[in-house]
């Protein structure tokens, strides 16, 4: 071969191999450093999380810190329709393993209105979807905030896994309240999807161990948690399963039970719960339940010890007492009197 053939082969074979693809890998790098490459991806990741949580998802900052971990920063959560704000996410560090997810959100806030919401973004559109829980997911938290607009609680050392199994999916979580002592005993749920039965059902099971969990923070969620007062708290056991409807009607055929056997409220605040009533009572109580089963419907089966000491009690409440329980006051009283 000619010594000018063989150097046009040489410089042809160098701008081949090793030009061309010095540009075009610089060029690649320069489009995944521009703005607009980052804006879809944020575009992208955010489509996305809205297709599989139904909520409007806003993210500040994406970031790949290697190639099985992302990290986003900012993680606005709306609701879909009003736009309202749910919640926020400080930072959430995902990492995808070959055979497991571990999920890690740093200061998470949720709005107490919209615990409902959240319920049904962890049910029926996660634990209801096989294809979400193929593999195990290990998720952490820490310091999580409920808030509502009368008070709200931090939680801790949130830790849970989901495992699951070909019959059914479990949930387990356990977690402290800011401010608790280190070496207590933590509160702990666990949530079942069993999937071994004709019709697939889902058995919620809390347990709060030493700890008396405040309930004041659950008055944006329900309203009647706020008659309970400020300062009421939750001690024991609480059981939320779903039950074959004996009408059958509801969704599928199954309704909510609620069962609180064994479970033990104190601080209640009567004064709140009395205040739309005629007859006022004032002071602090405590209920110890010794079977409590509610079903959604109206079907009710309580068993229970209502203690009060250290209040007033209107005097206009004993004759209403008297002719309901059947007895004759002898003694009139016709002002309120202490206990």
């Known amino acids: 071969m000619h010594e000018r053939t063989m150097r046009a082969v040489a410089r042809s074979l160098f ?4 030009a061309v693809p010095t540009c075009v890998t610089m060029l690649i790098i320069l489009v995944l450093w521009s703005p607009w490459y980052h804006r879809r991806c944020v575009l992208a990741t955010e489509a996305s999380l809205a297709l599989q949580t139904g909520l409007d998802v806003r993210i500040g900052s994406l970031e790949r810190v290697s190639p099985t971990t992302w990290q986003l920063g900012d993680v606005q959560l709306r609701d879909n329709e009003t736009k309202q704000s749910i919640g926020r996410i400080r930072i959430v560090s995902w990492v995808q393993e070959d055979n497991r997810t571990v999920v890690r959100l ?18 029926d559109r996660f634990l209801c979807r096989p294809e979400h829980t193929m593999n195990p997911i290990r998720l952490a938290a820490d310091d999580l905030t409920i808030q509502s607009a009368h008070s709200q609680i931090t939680i801790r050392d949130l830790d849970g896994t989901i495992l699951p199994d070909e019959k059914q999916v479990t949930a387990m979580l356990s977690c402290m309240l800011a401010g608790e002592r280190p070496d207590i005993e933590p509160m702990e749920i666990e949530i079942k ?5 004709a019709q697939p059902r889902t058995i919620v099971s809390l347990r709060t161990g030493e700890l008396n969990a405040p309930l004041a923070w659950l008055a944006g969620y329900h309203p009647a948690f706020q008659k309970l007062g400020d300062e009421a708290t939750f001690h024991g056991a609480a059981k939320l399963a779903q039950v074959p409807n004996q009408d059958g009607g509801g969704a599928g055929g199954l309704n909510w039970m609620l069962d609180l056997s064994s479970a033990r409220i104190e601080n209640i605040d009567l004064a709140r719960m009395t205040e739309f009533l005629p007859h006022r009572l004032v002071g602090k109580a405590s209920l110890q339940l010794n079977r409590c089963q ?16 250290r209040g007033w009690i209107s005097a206009s409440l004993l004759p209403r007492l008297a002719e309901d329980l059947g007895c004759q006051l002898t003694t009139a009283v016709p002002e309120d009197f202490q206990f």
Not at 106 to 123: C, G, K, M, N, T
Not at 193 to 197: A, P, T, V
Not at 294 to 309: E, M
């Open 106 to 123: 740093s200061q998470p806030e949720i709005r107490a209105e919209y615990l409902d919401d959240v319920w049904q973004l962890v049910h």
């Open 15 to 18: 701008v081949a191999c090793c």
């Open 294 to 309: 509610i079903v959604r419907g109206g079907v009710v089966d309580v068993d229970g010890v209502v203690q009060v000491s």
């Open 193 to 197: 999807r069993r999937r071994d039965e």
